[in-house]
């Protein structure tokens, strides 16, 4: 597979009074937005006062905020020929609040995929806090008042309803994963409560390998970081 270029640190009036030299090179610049051409593309002037003067096309897939003219922006992305012209296609338009608006934005949730986001808030801040306690060595002595079994018990009904929401939608697999999640929390539980902190350190890791596996093939990143179900075949 091929390296991946890297990232040159460049001004747009440098990109255009020399294009050659950067032609094909992924680059970013910082310049304030000068011109506003069609809904996906834009250009930008090292100097705002003098329009035209030393400016670069920036294509960009999508924008999902307007931008105003005069206003610095970071671009990333790579330098092609356009018309003749140098342009940057770019892949992150970063404004100066720091919110990359070149991002596509995931479209409402489902409700198939409201439901399952409740599963996963339910469950990762109860597996986090295990995993860390486990960690850090918490056995049976550092169990205050059962509160990693709490969390363990709150995991494994969790689990359960999670197996019920894979079966409802005929995922098989799925299915397996939340039965053998579930049985890896009890096994987690009993090794916090005995005080085998080897037997809950091997816990963890198997229910991090189950996660893991169930994630690759029904969670799916979005543009913005955020993540959405994807159904199985």
Same mark, same amino acid.
């Given at each position: 597979?091929?390296? #991946?270029?890297?990232?040159?640190?460049?001004?747009?009036?440098?990109?255009?009074? =020399?294009?050659?030299?950067?032609?094909?090179?992924?680059?970013?610049?910082?310049?304030?937005?000068?011109?506003?051409?069609? /809904?996906?593309?834009?250009? !930008?002037?090292?100097?705002?006062?003098?329009?035209?003067?030393?400016?670069? #096309?920036?294509?960009?897939?999508?924008? =999902?905020?307007?931008?105003? !003219?005069?206003?610095?922006?970071?671009?990333?992305?790579?330098?092609?020929?356009?018309?003749?012209?140098?342009?940057?296609?770019?892949?992150?338009?970063?404004?100066?609040?720091?919110?990359?608006?070149?991002?596509? #934005? /995931?479209?409402?949730?489902?409700?198939?995929?409201?439901?399952?986001?409740? #599963?996963?808030?339910?469950?990762?801040?109860?597996?986090?806090?295990?995993?860390?306690? !486990?960690?850090?060595?918490?056995?049976?002595?550092?169990?205050?008042?059962?509160?990693?079994?709490?969390?363990?018990?709150?995991?494994?009904?969790?689990?359960?309803?999670?197996?019920?929401?894979?079966?409802?939608?005929?995922?098989?697999?799925?299915?397996?994963?939340?039965?053998?999640?579930?049985?890896?929390?009890?096994?987690?539980?009993?090794?916090?409560?005995?005080?085998?902190?080897?037997?809950?350190?091997?816990?963890?890791?198997?229910?991090?390998?189950?996660?893991?596996?169930?994630?690759?093939?029904?969670?799916?990143?979005?543009?913005?970081?955020?993540?959405?179900?994807?159904?199985?075949?």
């Amino acid at each position: 597979m091929a390296s #991946l270029k890297p990232l040159v640190p460049a001004a747009a009036s440098s990109i255009a009074s =020399n294009p050659d030299a950067f032609y094909g090179q992924n680059v970013t610049i910082t310049a304030a937005v000068d011109r506003l051409v069609s /809904p996906t593309s834009f250009t !930008v002037d090292q100097n705002t006062k003098t329009s035209g003067v030393g400016e670069v #096309l920036i294509l960009v897939p999508v924008l =999902n905020a307007p931008l105003a !003219v005069n206003t610095y922006v970071t671009i990333i992305g790579e330098v092609v020929r356009h018309e003749g012209r140098p342009a940057i296609q770019a892949t992150a338009v970063i404004t100066a609040a720091m919110i990359d608006i070149a991002k596509r #934005l /995931p479209p409402p949730m489902t409700p198939d995929e409201e439901a399952f986001d409740r #599963l996963m808030k339910r469950i990762n801040p109860a597996f986090s806090a295990l995993r860390q306690a !486990v960690a850090a060595g918490a056995g049976g002595g550092a169990n205050t008042e059962g509160t990693l079994n709490v969390q363990a018990a709150l995991l494994m009904r969790a689990f359960a309803d999670t197996e019920a929401f894979w079966k409802k939608r005929d995922q098989a697999d799925a299915v397996k994963w939340a039965v053998d999640a579930r049985a890896q929390a009890e096994t987690l539980e009993r090794a916090i409560a005995a005080g085998k902190s080897d037997d809950a350190k091997a816990a963890v890791t198997a229910l991090q390998q189950t996660c893991s596996a169930c994630h690759g093939k029904y969670r799916e990143r979005q543009d913005d970081g955020s993540y959405r179900i994807r159904m199985g075949s």
